[in-house]
């Protein structure tokens, strides 16, 4: 079964990270969605929405993911950035060729933790193209997939972000069977 985990930071997009956690859960047995917040407190996201985690970041890490999805919105995409934890993650399941993803303003996140170098990337307008990161090559695309390194543009895109996920997890099929429940 794949497993995936989304860190939630206070400030995060709720309309994200509620999508993501819904939709890849929606793919049944075959995904295992596990939700950690920085610490042990409900997350408060950027509409003042209260997510529960499942568990705490420092319990996740004890555990083997096949991919980290970080939602976007701010603060809590600088929170996720601000979060040593986060980053060494990152660059462990980057150097074991797991899948990276970001929505929003948290590819951020994934251009200081060094997984951006000669990829393609796409994020919420002006936060990427102000980073100066002329290795870079920036895309408007709703998502943007480049080798284990997947990102989207924010809460518009959510929905297509998390079925490529669904897809690249579990396969077309069961991204299909998903998004046909869901009337799109």
């Given amino acids: 079964m794949a497993s995936v985990l989304i860190p939630l930071a206070q400030g995060c997009e709720e309309l994200e990270a ?65 979060d040593a934890r986060i980053h060494t993650l990152l660059k462990k399941m980057a150097a074991q060729n797991q899948y990276t993803a970001a929505i929003c303003a948290a590819p951020l996140v994934l251009a200081n933790a060094g997984l951006l170098h000669g990829k393609h990337a796409t994020s919420f307008p002006g936060v990427l193209d102000k980073m100066n990161l002329p290795d870079v090559t920036l895309q408007t695309a709703p998502v943007v997939q480049d080798g284990k390194v997947i990102t989207s543009r924010g809460p518009g895109t959510a929905m297509d972000f998390a079925l490529t996920l669904i897809e690249l997890l579990v396969g077309r099929a069961k991204r299909d069977e998903v998004e046909a429940g869901l009337v799109r």
């Fill in 18 to 82: 509620v999508t993501l956690i819904d939709l890849l859960r929606r793919a049944g047995a075959g995904i295992q969605v596990v939700t950690a917040g920085l610490d042990e407190h409900p997350v408060r996201g950027s509409r003042g929405t209260v997510l529960v985690p499942d568990t705490t970041l420092d319990h996740a890490l004890h555990q083997a993911f096949d991919m980290i999805a970080l939602p976007g919105g701010q603060p809590g995409a600088n929170n996720l950035n601000a």
